[in-house]
């Protein structure tokens, strides 16, 4: 991956990821705040409750304060006195009373707890009331389970005494927990109320209603009323209506009890979370909105930096290939005044000082090798010379001092000259030959057959003297065609077996060995002379260097130089005592050259 | 000053007598305002759950071949006579001339056999002359009797109107709200001494009850209940006890266990209680269909409560029960009855609970007494409750083994029977008590407010 793409691939995971912390953050903290917000509404509507309970249960207090105080009661006082009751003259009453007070319970209640008149079930006089009545009865308004004909029902009673005689008589009344009273509490929206009236051992969907009658699909909410049941105290829990999350509820639980705390009804507080679930869903399609924005302008914005920041270095690597194919004036804009502009800078300066360094170092080394080259000459030209000087003095000397002989002088010496001027020319001509390497003719070309036809070419020499011989042996791997050109690879080869017969005076083993790596070959011509040095091996392939007496340091120069015409390298293995191995690395195929 | 006083002592005491008189003799003309609940113009629509008053608006409209007299025997209407053969099975009544419907088409036996026939498809009735003929499959002693119920009101039914040959004649009729009817001059038994009445309909017994007190009614029916109070303000004429209130089980006891809860049942009611307490006297006690007054053997059925005796029965049936006692949601009596009688069952250890639920396991039902006759009344009302009934004869010993066999079965068990009750305008004069509460308006007539 680039340093672009990895730069840009950075900011816009940045941005992402800072998109989604920040939704996250708001996600959690709106979950919260609507926590909150629910749990005050959800506490405030407890309270709206309770106000509304005590409020109905003061306006019952009044009431039925108003028809103990009320010529009616304080006449039927009177006549309770007196056995036995006749309850045919109270029969309609309290049902009258009731209706005028617009109460749903109203019982008048003799000393003894027995009904004189009964509003909510009229047939019910001269039974005992459910409710123990007595002088200690309680001042406020209590929740009280009420015996109906049809069944029980719920309600929010109050007691006051009728005082006219010598026995008091009682007047309970009230009105029904019913969804009028629900109905009266004003709910915010997205709230209900429901009320589970717990009259009866099991537990029945029937009972729970809500201000508009039974609840729908109350088996749901059940498990809450069970759960309040064996512990009567606030609970609250999240009902799931459906797959859809919006659907959700929020169920708080509230007990109420009646006079012996015995577990009466319970409130519940339904709050649906479909608010928050759409705004949680609001923030994060506004996070998924913002945050596929964001990556897209943090794409576009992490191209744009990624491409200024790497520009600079992108030329930068662009100037050291350059530099590296050999381009040593190469050098870069310097763009900024930053770190970049300094290392634009320096890699200029750098091109600069490798340019100078190189100059110096051609001119040394041209300079050097003139030098090698002056050495090289005078000295393979000092060696024909001297015999030439000898016998040219020879010959004077044999003119003034033996005439006689001068004759034979003379023609031993024209030849002795002849022969070093060949010599001499010989020499003259291996430098020319080096001065003119011919371009390469690339054509297929089978390695082994090359290695074999030298091999073949020197086999008279190997045999030469049975004292010196020197055995060949073939290691020959199976190759690919290869693009060379045949008869210079044959005059490399030649010299590298040469250079090992000369390394080999005592005899020994040549080893022409050839293999195949992916797309390269190899040629190793090794030997089992004295070897090489280290230092001798750095320097081997330098023109005109040699280490044979009678070397002109040109063999090995010209391998390489071959070698190199082909795009392949050569190097060499080897460890004094232990012989020598040159081997050479060709490419299948040339560069530009398809397969 | 002695000749001048003795005149203006006779002149006093002449118009003393003339004022006295003018107060007690007829007086023909006025409007009667009349209150009910429900009335009908069909014949074939009377009784349950009519009541007496749509039968009784139906009589001044409509005419029968015989009527009852107050003891239930019968008495000439449009048949002046009547002959059976010795089956009771083949009857002839001779028919009334003279007589005309409304529009002035003459009264023929054709047409009053044609009305029977209507009202009763399983009857052969034919006319003869000027006789009517009814061919039956079963001897039928009480044949008048039953002629005399409202709804065998003999009836011209020509293009959707019902024309009769009674007193008055319907000039207006909006159903459920109002109907006017005026005397016809040329009724056969003489001319009403009212000129109209004017009936308004769809009105409760409060409603009715106010109309009563603002003047604006009357004469209107009162609710058993009502009675006791409505007698302080206003005269109040009650019949005999002419209706049946019972409870009716849905089915026939499907064990000999059942039967015998339901008889715990019957023995805890405390019919007195109810009597005196929740009908303020509107009724009678009675554990029998028909009440004592017609049959005189009443006390046979006892209907005293026995809450220790139903105890045991119900202590003596292990198995649980649990009943759901129903009422009519449109009468308070029946919820009110059903209501004491729940809590007397509960004193027995018996489980009931009210439900206005249309299938229940039993229910407070209200049946009136159509005819005086005993047995013509044991039939309509084991009719009206679903019950067969058979009479082997025509005896009162044959009249209680029917009754008995129906009691002993267990499907219905008596409560009480109660009076109808009407309360009167003080303007109306000459109200004739008849002990099946039916009206006699041709003979009213209508006074000042206060007599």
Not at chain 1, 486 to 500: D, I, W
Not at chain 2, 264 to 289: F, K, M, W, Y
Not at chain 2, 363 to 385: F, G, I, N
Request: proline fraction near 6%; include cysteine.
């Amino acid at each position: 991956m680039s340093f672009r793409r990895r730069l840009l691939s950075v900011f816009a995971l940045t941005v992402l990821l800072s998109v989604a912390a920040v939704a996250l953050i708001v996600s959690w903290a709106t979950r919260r705040a609507f926590s909150r917000a629910n749990e005050q509404r959800t506490t405030a509507l407890a309270a709206q409750f309770r106000h509304e309970f005590s409020r109905r249960g003061e306006d019952i207090v009044q009431r039925i304060q108003a028809i103990a105080a009320g010529d009616t009661a304080t006449r039927m006082a009177l006549a309770s006195a007196s056995e036995p009751h006749d309850y045919g003259a109270y029969l309609g009453t309290a049902k009258a009373l009731a209706e005028s007070q617009q109460l749903d319970y109203l019982e008048f209640v003799d000393s003894q707890g027995v009904i004189l008149s009964s509003a909510q079930w009229p047939g019910k006089f001269g039974y005992k009331e459910s409710f123990p009545v007595s002088p200690a009865f309680p001042k406020d308004a209590f929740l009280k389970p009420e015996e109906l004909p049809d069944g029980v029902a719920l309600g929010l009673f109050a007691v006051r005494p009728v005082i006219a005689g010598d026995k008091p008589l009682y007047v309970i009344g009230g009105r029904t927990l019913d969804k009028n009273f629900l109905a009266g509490l004003d709910l915010p929206t997205g709230m209900r109320a429901m009320l589970y009236q717990n009259l009866g051992g099991d537990i029945s969907p029937q009972r729970l209603i809500d201000a508009e009658g039974p609840v729908e699909h109350a088996e749901q909410i059940l498990p809450v009323v069970q759960r309040m049941q064996k512990q009567p105290q606030e609970t609250s829990a999240l009902l799931h209506w459906s797959g859809n999350a919006a659907d959700d509820e929020a169920l708080h639980a509230f007990p109420l009890t009646g006079q012996d705390n015995q577990l009466l009804g319970i409130l519940l507080v339904g709050s649906s979370r479909r608010e928050y679930v759409e705004l949680r869903r609001h923030i994060r399609s506004a996070a998924l909105l913002g945050g596929g924005v964001g990556l897209v302008l943090a794409i576009l914005f992490s191209g744009w930096a990624a491409g200024r920041v790497t520009r600079p270095v992108e030329q930068l690597a662009a100037a050291a290939r350059d530099v590296t194919a050999g381009k040593w004036s190469t050098q870069v804009p310097v763009t900024s005044a930053d770190e970049l502009g300094e290392l634009a800078e320096s890699f200029n300066r750098m091109t600069r000082d490798l340019l100078d360094q190189k100059e110096r170092l051609v001119q040394s080394e041209r300079v050097a090798a003139w030098r090698e080259l002056a050495r090289r000459l005078a000295h393979e030209l000092k060696n024909p010379l001297f015999p030439l000087q000898l016998t040219v003095e020879n010959l004077v000397r044999a003119r003034q001092r033996s005439p006689e002989q001068f004759d034979e002088v003379f023609r031993e010496s024209s030849e002795t000259l002849l022969t070093e001027i060949a010599n001499l020319k010989g020499i003259i001509g291996r430098f020319s030959e080096f001065s003119k390497m011919p371009q390469p003719q690339i054509q297929p070309v089978q390695l082994n057959e090359i290695v074999q036809n030298v091999a073949r070419l020197f086999q008279a020499q190997f045999r030469a003297s049975e004292a010196t011989a020197i055995g060949c042996r073939m290691e020959l791997g199976t190759l690919d065609p290869i693009a060379a050109d045949p008869e210079l690879l044959h005059r490399a080869l030649s010299n590298l077996v040469l250079n090992a017969m000369d390394a080999m005076p005592q005899g020994g083993t040549l080893t022409l060995r050839t293999r195949q790596e992916s797309d390269r070959v190899f040629a190793e011509v090794a030997d089992t002379g004295s070897g090489l040095t280290p230092e001798e091996c750095e320097r081997i392939f330098t023109p005109y260097y040699t280490s044979k007496a009678h070397g002109t340091g040109l063999g090995l120069a010209i391998v390489q130089s071959v070698v190199s015409d082909h795009g392949g390298r050569i190097s060499v293995r080897s460890e004094p005592g232990q012989g020598t191995a040159f081997i050479i690395e060709l490419p299948k195929t040339q560069a530009g050259q398809a397969h | 000053m002695r000749p001048f006083g003795l005149r203006w002592l006779a002149a006093s005491s002449l118009l003393l007598v003339t004022v006295a008189g003018a107060a007690t003799r007829p007086r023909y003309g006025g409007v009667l305002h009349v209150a009910v609940r429900v009335a009908t113009l069909d014949p074939l629509e009377a009784g349950q759950p009519s009541g007496p008053a749509a039968s009784n608006l139906l009589l001044l409209v409509y005419d029968t071949l015989v009527t009852l007299d107050d003891r239930g025997v019968p008495q000439p209407g449009l048949a002046l006579s009547w002959q059976a053969d010795a089956s009771k099975q083949r009857w002839q009544f001779v028919l009334r001339r003279g007589v005309a419907f409304r529009e002035g088409a003459p009264f023929t036996a054709d047409l009053a056999a044609a009305s029977l026939r209507a009202a009763n498809p399983n009857w052969k009735v034919t006319s003869n002359g000027s006789a009517v003929v009814l061919q039956l499959d079963s001897p039928e002693p009480h044949l008048p009797a039953q002629l005399a119920l409202a709804r065998n009101a003999i009836v011209k039914r020509e293009s959707g109107k019902i024309l009769g040959t009674g007193p008055f004649v319907v000039t207006q009729w909006q159903a459920g709200k109002n109907l006017t009817l005026t005397a016809r001059d040329d009724y056969w038994g003489g001319r009403p001494f009212v000129d109209s009445i004017e009936v308004e309909l769809g009105k409760s017994f409060r409603e009715q009850r106010m109309a009563l007190d603002l003047k604006k009614s009357q004469l209107i029916e009162l609710a058993p209940e009502q009675t006791r109070q409505v007698s302080d303000d206003h005269p109040v004429e009650a019949s005999a006890p002419v209706e049946l209130v019972a409870l009716l089980f849905r089915r026939d006891p499907q064990s000999p266990v059942e039967a015998q809860l339901r008889h715990a049942l019957a023995l805890s009611i405390d019919r007195n209680t109810i009597n005196r307490v929740l009908l303020q006297e509107a009724g009678e006690p009675s554990g029998s269909l028909l009440p004592n007054w017609m049959t005189g053997y009443d006390f046979l059925f006892p209907a005293d409560a026995d809450v220790a005796r139903a105890r045991q029965l119900r202590s003596e049936v292990l198995q649980p029960i649990s009943w759901t006692l129903g009422y009519d949601a449109n009468d308070p009596l029946t919820r009110i009855l059903a209501e004491r009688i729940t809590l007397n069952a509960r004193d027995a250890g018996l489980s009931m609970q009210l439900s206005n639920a249309p299938a229940v396991d039993l229910r407070v039902v209200r049946v009136p007494l159509e005819s005086l006759d005993a047995h013509t009344a044991l039939a309509r009302v084991s009719a009206a409750l679903g019950l067969s009934v058979k009479t082997s004869g025509d005896s009162p010993e044959d009249l209680y083994r029917a009754e008995s066999a129906v009691l002993q079965s267990w499907r219905v068990v008596p409560l009480l029977h109660l009076r109808v009750a009407y309360g009167l305008g003080a303007s109306v004069r000459n109200w004739n008590d008849k002990p099946d509460g039916s009206w006699d308006i041709p003979d009213l007539w209508l006074g000042a407010d206060k007599p």
